[in-house]
């Protein structure tokens, strides 16, 4: 019987919880049922439209947040109002500094988003008397360390081609959590970016973005409709144009 067999008829597991996909990866899988509902007590679900202000950059740290659904893009802006994309988060991913007093990023809902929120103070208290949440906390913050020095190799050594196909395959392999686990071999997404912000991802331009697509559309690679809706039939030859 799966995992998620098991919490569904699972009575100590709060019933928030119980069909929560994000859970097993994320900070709450160092959890047991007990633990689980004191934290619930705190937690708050919200939905968040795709373009909502999560957090503002030097913005006072009063909550954190697991990633339950959609993609948080995360940006940096200089003071002359020019922005960069510095990261996407996916589910389960945590969102927010721990022990941080103030945001470093701006953090804005890239499609539609739902969150789980806990106040500060509740989780970095119990994050005190289970060291099991705290090295989940620290293998998550250490897994996006990791992703972040993959993505500046993707930005400072590959092509304009082998970039854009990082992106789609960035996507096609994070916006279901299921993929992996299922041994899928095709993805069907809404593209969470606009061409612009790809393009300012990447460090090209909308033009260079937009040839690369067409590109990978004209070699069977993706489908594209109504251009933002992408279908990968092959994951695999994907991959394999990522460099």
Request: glycine share 6%.
């Amino acid at each position: 019987m799966s995992e998620r067999r098991k919490d569904i008829h699972n009575s100590d597991i709060p019933v928030v919880c119980r069909s929560c996909e994000a859970r097993h990866n994320g900070i709450c899988g160092a959890l047991d049922p007990g633990e689980l509902s004191q934290l619930a007590k705190h937690t708050r679900m919200a939905r968040h439209s795709s373009g909502s202000e999560l957090v503002g950059d030097e913005e006072e740290v009063t909550s954190y947040a697991s990633v339950m659904k959609g993609v948080v893009k995360l940006t940096k802006v200089l003071k002359d109002g020019r922005q960069q994309v510095v990261g996407l988060q996916f589910a389960p991913d945590f969102l927010g500094r721990i022990f941080g007093h103030e945001s470093h990023v701006n953090a804005e809902a890239a499609s539609d988003v739902d969150l789980c929120h806990v106040p500060k103070s509740a989780l970095e208290s119990m994050m005190k008397e289970n060291p099991a949440l705290e090295h989940r906390l620290m293998q998550q913050v250490l897994r996006e360390l990791d992703e972040a020095r993959d993505w500046m190799v993707t930005l400072g050594r590959k092509t304009a081609a082998e970039k854009v196909s990082s992106f789609l395959y960035l996507i096609a392999t994070h916006m279901d959590p299921a993929i992996d686990a299922q041994g899928r071999k095709s993805a069907t997404f809404d593209l969470p970016l606009s061409r612009a912000d790809i393009a300012d991802f990447l460090g090209l331009t909308i033009e260079t973005v937009s040839r690369q697509m067409t590109k990978l559309r004209s070699d069977n690679v993706i489908e594209v409709t109504n251009n933002r809706h992408v279908v990968v039939p092959d994951l695999e030859r994907l991959e394999l144009r990522c460099g």
